[in-house]
């Protein structure tokens, strides 16, 4: 079993440790790799996701990909004329026979792009006291209303692929707190995320007041695309005092995603108001629980209470006894039809000494 064990892992360390070779091809121009003569070409969007492409089905048609057979150098090499977006992805060659059998070499095609690039801003402050209004026409345009005395953060962030280097500068703006920082971070699928932020407070220096926000992409050295954005200056907004606003707990997911203590520190406190809230519900079913006792005691109490006073009532009632005598009435006194005997009622005795008598 440990053999078998061993032999798997050998076979996905030799699969994981295959080099991949990167192909940069700017969009519109030639791209071009070599497989052996005897082996077949494999295409995937994604690793360990391939198909097999061949020259005479329709499968794969849409690459337009050419296969270039030289027998004298044992090669084969596969050429595309106008690279474009849909060739992106991973190349490889193995024989067809051996489906198992490692890939001699990945190629992977990247075609420098940028897939996003905007800016963003949190607020710390009231509500409304930061508005935005992109301009319909200019995509590159905008307009940013803030209230006077606004402590705030704006981030340009741009996420590129394929370029050796990438900036992203952005303009002070306001009081600037510590000036501007830039991030970087490269994702799993190779693309490269650039974030400039600064940290500021907007103020007021004038009736007129306007000030223009820039950010300004980079790639290679050279200019690739701007956008701007009109801040204008607006009257204060005072804080609500019924509602409770704390700027320590605003929502920063750009800061989040270069600095992880910030997360963990929003999970913490979420866990802490989760832990506050188990507490809460916990001390809730246990004082219902309590007041149930409570009542079910009570009305225990009440039962027995009503059943000793039946009790009382009913041992008061039969105390009197009615006794059958064979002495003979000392009046006369017309006997009913319905009795036969003469009865009297002999109460309980008030002493052992004292006899007590009782005409009938």
Same mark, same amino acid.
């Given at each position: 079993?440990?053999?078998?064990?061993?032999?798997?892992?050998?076979?996905? %360390? @030799?699969?994981?440790?295959?080099? $991949?070779?990167?192909?940069?091809?700017?969009?519109? =121009?030639?791209? %071009?790799?070599?497989?052996?003569?005897?082996?077949?070409?494999?295409?995937?969007?994604?690793?360990?996701?391939?198909? +097999?492409?061949?020259?005479?089905?329709?499968?794969?048609?849409?690459?337009?990909?050419?296969?270039?057979?030289?027998?004298?150098?044992?090669?084969?090499?596969?050429?595309?004329?106008?690279?474009?977006?849909?060739?992106? @992805?991973?190349?490889?060659?193995?024989?067809?026979?051996?489906?198992?059998?490692?890939?001699?070499?990945?190629?992977?095609?990247?075609?420098?792009?940028?897939?996003?690039?905007?800016?963003?801003?949190?607020?710390? &402050?009231?509500?409304?006291?930061?508005?935005?209004?992109?301009?319909?026409?200019?995509?590159?345009?905008? !307009?940013?209303?803030?209230?006077?005395?606004?402590?705030?953060?704006?981030?340009? /962030?741009?996420?590129?692929?394929?370029?050796?280097?990438?900036?992203?500068?952005?303009?002070?703006?306001?009081?600037?707190? &510590? &000036?501007?920082?830039?991030?970087?971070?490269?994702?799993?699928?190779?693309?490269?995320?650039?974030?400039? !932020?600064?940290?500021?407070?907007?103020?007021?220096?004038?009736?007129?007041?306007?000030?223009?926000?820039?950010?300004?992409?980079?790639?290679?050295?050279?200019?690739?695309?701007?956008?701007?954005?009109?801040?204008?200056?607006?009257?204060? $907004?005072?804080?609500?005092?019924?509602?409770?606003?704390? %700027?320590?707990?605003?929502?920063?997911?750009?800061? +989040?995603?270069?600095?992880?203590?910030?997360?963990?520190?929003?999970?913490? =406190?979420?866990?802490?108001?989760? &832990?506050?809230?188990?507490?809460?519900?916990?001390?809730?079913?246990?004082?219902?629980?309590?007041?149930?006792?409570?009542? $079910?005691?009570?009305?225990? /109490?009440?039962?027995?209470?009503?059943?000793?006073?039946?009790?009382?009532?009913?041992?008061?009632? !039969?105390?009197?006894?009615?006794? !059958?005598?064979?002495?003979?009435? =000392?009046?006369?006194?017309?006997?009913?039809?319905?009795?036969?005997?003469?009865?009297?009622?002999?109460?309980?005795?008030?002493?052992?000494?004292?006899?007590?008598?009782? =005409?009938?």
């Amino acid at each position: 079993m440990l053999y078998i064990l061993l032999v798997i892992n050998f076979i996905i %360390s @030799g699969l994981w440790c295959q080099d $991949i070779e990167r192909i940069i091809v700017e969009q519109g =121009r030639p791209f %071009s790799f070599d497989c052996q003569h005897d082996e077949s070409v494999f295409f995937g969007k994604q690793l360990n996701e391939w198909s +097999e492409v061949q020259e005479d089905t329709a499968y794969y048609s849409y690459l337009k990909l050419n296969f270039n057979y030289l027998p004298n150098e044992n090669i084969l090499r596969v050429k595309a004329n106008v690279a474009e977006t849909k060739h992106v @992805g991973y190349y490889t060659c193995r024989k067809s026979s051996w489906t198992s059998a490692p890939k001699s070499m990945i190629y992977q095609i990247i075609i420098p792009d940028v897939q996003s690039f905007y800016w963003n801003y949190v607020c710390h &402050g009231p509500a409304g006291s930061c508005e935005r209004w992109d301009d319909l026409v200019d995509e590159n345009s905008s !307009k940013f209303e803030v209230a006077d005395q606004t402590n705030m953060e704006l981030f340009c /962030c741009a996420s590129v692929t394929g370029y050796e280097t990438v900036n992203v500068l952005m303009n002070q703006i306001g009081d600037n707190l &510590g &000036g501007v920082s830039v991030d970087r971070k490269q994702e799993l699928d190779g693309s490269l995320v650039v974030c400039a !932020k600064q940290r500021t407070i907007i103020r007021r220096t004038s009736v007129f007041n306007q000030q223009l926000l820039t950010c300004e992409l980079l790639t290679n050295n050279r200019h690739h695309s701007m956008f701007s954005s009109f801040i204008v200056i607006k009257d204060a $907004i005072r804080p609500d005092p019924s509602v409770y606003y704390n %700027s320590d707990l605003e929502v920063n997911r750009n800061n +989040e995603y270069f600095s992880g203590y910030r997360v963990s520190e929003m999970r913490s =406190r979420r866990k802490l108001s989760t &832990g506050k809230k188990i507490a809460i519900i916990i001390g809730s079913i246990a004082g219902g629980l309590f007041l149930l006792v409570l009542t $079910i005691v009570c009305i225990v /109490c009440i039962c027995r209470n009503k059943n000793a006073s039946s009790n009382s009532k009913t041992k008061n009632s !039969k105390q009197y006894v009615p006794v !059958k005598t064979t002495e003979q009435p =000392r009046y006369k006194i017309q006997k009913s039809t319905q009795d036969a005997d003469t009865y009297y009622e002999e109460p309980t005795p008030l002493s052992n000494t004292t006899p007590v008598f009782i =005409r009938s």
